[in-house]
């Protein structure tokens, strides 16, 4: 199976929390990233946690770690029209960054 | 603010031509890396390079890619000849570390193969 895996869509209303999820496999893993590609565009990184920790938060963003489950989540408080994009779980892998398919996200007004 | 600079942004070419993309990363970055983003799907590593050496391509294509950072600043990749299952964004991005704890991506090379 995929090493990193995500839900393909999601959509929300403007002003709701969004929660994207993400599972891997490696638990070795040290780093977690999420990035977010805005159509035609590169991939722009938004956060980052260490395996050492739970939880890490950053203005709307929270990120959450399960090592357990080999769970991550990203949560966007108040989602606005903007946050409209793709969003990519990447962990390091045998030192290679290795991405999840993405989750479309779909904000309606 | 510094960030990695790609071209051409687009690229049309036939099949069994050649093509190359050009990557410029952000200045002092020792690690650059290439990635093919297949439309749906997330990024794949194609390489990676540590200033001038290549520290990983096992996934490079090797029969029609081919990828070089000669100086160990901009690098070029090449896919001589094209197929058309090569249409993707190829995207590539740098970091200070090679261990991605900031990767910046450019804005991708569009290429569609006809």
């Known amino acids: 199976g995929e090493d990193v895996e995500q839900s393909l869509f999601l959509s929300v209303r403007e002003g709701d929390s969004s929660v994207i999820n993400c599972t891997y496999t490696d638990s070795s893993s040290t780093y977690l990233y999420w990035y977010k590609q805005e159509p035609g565009a590169g991939l722009q990184l938004l956060t980052y946690?260490?395996?050492?920790?739970d939880m890490k938060q950053d203005q709307r963003l929270t990120v959450l770690l399960n090592k357990k489950d080999k769970h991550l989540s990203l949560r966007i408080a108040d989602t606005q029209t903007g946050d409209s994009a793709i969003y990519f779980c990447a962990v390091i892998q045998g030192g290679k960054l290795i991405f999840g398919q993405g989750t479309e996200l779909s904000v309606k007004p | 603010e510094a960030e990695v600079a790609q071209s051409p942004r687009y690229k049309i070419t036939e099949k069994s031509q050649a093509v190359a993309f050009w990557c410029d990363p952000i200045?002092?970055?020792?690690?650059l890396y290439w990635y093919r983003q297949i439309l749906g799907q997330g990024p794949e590593l194609l390489v990676q390079f540590q200033d001038e050496s290549v520290v990983d391509d096992s996934q490079l294509p090797k029969d029609r890619f081919s990828a070089e950072r000669l100086k160990g600043v901009d690098s070029t990749l090449k896919i001589q000849p094209a197929e058309l299952g090569d249409s993707a964004m190829y995207l590539c991005?740098?970091?200070?570390?090679?261990?991605?704890?900031?990767?910046?991506f450019g804005q991708g090379t569009r290429l569609t193969v006809v």
């Open positions: 200045s002092g970055h020792a690690t």
């Open positions: 991005a740098s970091s200070d570390e090679g261990i991605h704890t900031e990767a910046f």
């Open positions: 946690i260490f395996s050492n920790m």
